[in-house]
């Protein structure tokens, strides 16, 4: 039921909360599957034994569908939390006039609390003015989205035998980090989702340059929205931000790619029962809609369904723009 009078932030906080727990149990439950599955096999060193035997049957018949229900349990709350803010919001909009445009929880639902009258009309001239009034401006997502330069390093390192798999390439330090604490199969899963994301966004939006606009729109959002599947929403976060830690990086394509990222995340939390199909579907609405960002030509971030893909500007050569300290969650993982 709604949960009248609440603020509709802080039930959406809630809402990712209790999303973010579910991932972070769902990534637990698969660890936790791996190293059983290296201790059966024999590999990797993994634990093994009568006692290991045991305790797999007991993981697979009782404990493993009891965490499942506890996660189903912890998405659905989120989804229904997220459900009484979307209600509040739109309660609260239908009682406060015409201040509903600036005050619901949603871009659109602003501008069409009235149906009739003087107020129509200017619910009307504010959505030509501002199609999304939640939306920052250009020049604040240019300001707002930006992260200081990091420390880098080569990964894998010079003695990993990972550089017999993997190319060694130039990564923030916190990118490092979180890479070396991936077991084998997130990291097969992780080059996975890098893969998917370049040929998903190929498919949707094709480009023959990929950076600024709406291809790159799209893989970065949806390349999030999988990590948060794969991985949790805490160490995606973590990751694709410290990922635009690079040193040098344009300040437009910087905030673009963060603004982008947090898109994507908030659509797979939002979601934690979609495919990755499904995902690919709600991102690239999102692209349509404009509720991502692409770089036009002013070499501002603008909403992407208000440049074309033809005519958004090319950021190569912009200047990198100074940026705070992020705050890292530290789910960086140990599992090999």
Known sequence: MPFYGADVDQLKALSKALANGASLLTSRARELDSLIGQGMTGQGGGWQGQDAKRFAADWQGRLRPLLERTMRGLEEASQSVLTNADQQSSASTEGSGDSGSSDSGSGGSGSSDSGSGGSGDDATTKTAANPNPDQPTPQEILDKY???????????????????????????????????????????????????????????????????????????????????????????????????????????????????????????????????????????????????????????????????????????????????????????????
Do not use: C
Request: glycine share 6%.
């Open 146 to 336: 930006q992260v200081s330069d990091a420390e880098t390093t080569n990964w894998p390192g010079d003695w990993d035998p990972l550089r017999f798999v993997v190319d060694q390439r130039e990564v923030t330090e916190k990118e490092a980090e979180l890479l070396n604490g991936l077991g084998p199969f997130e990291m097969n899963a992780f080059k996975g989702i890098h893969d998917d994301a370049f040929s998903t966004a190929d498919d949707r939006f094709p480009s023959d340059d990929r950076n600024d606009d709406q291809n790159d729109a799209f893989r970065h959002a949806y390349w999030n929205a999988l990590m948060v599947k794969e991985f949790g929403a805490d160490w995606a976060e973590d990751y694709a931000t410290a990922h635009e830690q690079l040193p040098g990086n344009p300040a437009p394509r910087e905030a673009m790619d963060l603004y982008n990222n947090e898109v994507g995340r908030n659509v797979a939390i939002a979601n934690p029962d979609a495919s990755a199909e499904e995902l690919a579907d709600l991102i690239e609405e999102a692209v349509n809609n404009g509720d991502t960002v692409v770089v036009g030509q002013d070499l501002l971030p603008h909403p992407s369904n208000e440049v074309p893909m033809d005519q958004t500007g090319d950021a190569n050569n912009a200047e990198p723009a100074p940026g705070e300290d992020p705050e890292f969650n530290d789910e960086s993982r140990t599992t090999s």
